[in-house]
């Protein structure tokens, strides 16, 4: 017979096998909710740690269940999570070969070549290095500065923030802009990847924008404007240089990112990266994702001041797609094929009409990541974005 101790064993191997498999599963399930989506961003970024999980789970199962049923069930929570887990690792390198790839079809086979050598030394050598996912990315010693107003429209403070090396001198200026659907954020945010940067020979700048829905559009976008003119205006105060100056948004920032960039007004930039961001406004108002878990029609209505019918050519207007009549900067876009908030069949459709074009592109895709998948730092999906963006941002600004 059992004891009532070996029996309460029992269950709880079994609960921790489930529990694995239920934070695995989120790798493969779309979130139906804010909530779940949560943990759809973060369970493929931290897989190593949770194949860890469902292996030891496997393991208890066992040599502390004797039940054959608890037993039988506990293994196949396990190895399915196991193999969800494993999805991930096995196409990290299949995925680096597709992404070097289509970073020498956009810039050229020899575009590592045009980056000094001093500067290719400081950056990462692996797209993904194991040591890294567990210590964290070493970031640097930098100079930061916070509460800088750059401007004060209707009377609303907008701030910045500036991460300098730690030596001075003078540094290509990237500016960053935040995401979160254009409703909420601060500078603050991605601090360690500005951190990285600066620490990379690069002023950063991440600047403020008022939000919606009590600011609609084209207000953030003016604040866009308005912080890059000052940001010129004043480099020199900030030892940055205003003739090699890239611009990174991330999510509804990458959105004002381009919009900002493919003006025909816009100021000298040499570059822009999109992370995630929303390309086609009324395409995503016609689709949205399912599930949706932002609302995204709520989103783009609180945004815009009104529904795609109300104001076509508000969202027309609002499209960096439907600014490709110029010569345009370089652009990097990086998406993931989980992405249930900005799917990535439209950054793909970007590239091609950049593409198309003549203007220079480059497209990258992650098959494993969600929206904001960079919010964990040091996970699977931001090393290897990190890996490819440090790489086209040398050969923007310090290419030979």
């Known amino acids: ?28 399930l779309p979130p139906p909710n804010m909530s779940l989506l949560t943990l759809a961003v973060g369970a493929p970024e931290v897989s190593p740690w949770l194949l860890l999980l469902n292996s030891l789970s496997l393991l208890l199962s066992f040599f502390c269940i004797r039940r054959r049923q608890l037993q039988r069930l506990a293994c196949i929570f396990s190895l ?7 999805w991930v690792l096995v196409n990290i390198p299949p995925t680096q070969i597709q992404m070097a790839k289509a970073m020498k ?48 429209p209707a009377g609303v403070p907008l701030k910045m923030e500036v991460y300098q090396p730690s030596e001075v001198g003078k540094y290509p200026a990237v500016v960053v802009i935040y995401g ?53 205006k004043h480099a020199a ?11 990174i948004g991330r999510s509804a920032g990458a959105h004002l990112a381009m919009l900002a960039a493919y003006q025909p007004d816009a100021p000298p930039i040499r570059a822009v990266v999109n992370y995630y ?8 108002y016609k689709t949205p994702p399912f599930p949706d878990p932002i609302n995204t029609r709520a989103v783009l209505k609180a945004f815009m001041g009104g529904s795609l019918e109300e104001l076509p050519n508000q969202y027309q207007i609002a499209s960096p797609i439907n600014y490709l009549t110029h010569p345009l900067p370089p652009t990097l876009l990086i998406y993931g094929s989980r992405d249930n908030l900005v799917e990535a069949r439209f950054g793909k ?26 919010a964990v730092f040091n996970g699977v ?17 310090f290419k030979q």
């Open 277 to 284: 961001g929303p390309v086609n406004l009324p395409g995503g």
């Open 349 to 374: 459709k970007m590239y091609e009409r950049l593409h198309d074009s003549g203007n220079t592109a480059v497209f990258l895709q992650i098959p494993w990541a969600e929206h904001a998948f960079d």
């Open 105 to 152: 079809q956009g810039l050229g086979e020899n575009y590592l070549e045009q980056i000094p050598a001093q500067v290719r030394a400081k950056m990462q050598t692996h797209p993904f290095n194991l040591v890294n996912f567990v210590g964290g990315i070493p970031l640097g010693k930098t100079r930061h500065q916070k509460d800088i107003i750059f401007a004060t």
């Open 80 to 86: 399915i999570g196991l193999l969800i887990c494993a």
């Open 180 to 232: 979160g659907a254009w409703q909420y954020g601060n500078p603050h945010a991605n601090s360690e990847f500005n951190q990285y940067i600066a620490n990379h020979g690069y002023t950063v700048f991440a600047i403020d924008y008022r939000h919606a829905p009590k600011y609609q559009f084209p207000t953030q976008l003016d604040d866009v404007r308005t912080a890059l003119n000052f940001i010129r």
């Open 381 to 397: 999906s931001n090393q290897l974005a990190l890996y490819h963006t440090e790489r086209f941002l040398a050969w923007a600004l």
């Open 237 to 247: 105060a900030y030892e940055a240089d205003p003739e090699r100056m890239v611009v």
């Open 1 to 28: 017979m059992f004891t009532k101790p070996k029996i309460l064993l029992s269950w709880l191997v079994l609960l921790l096998s489930f529990a694995s498999l239920f934070l695995s599963s989120w790798i493969i």
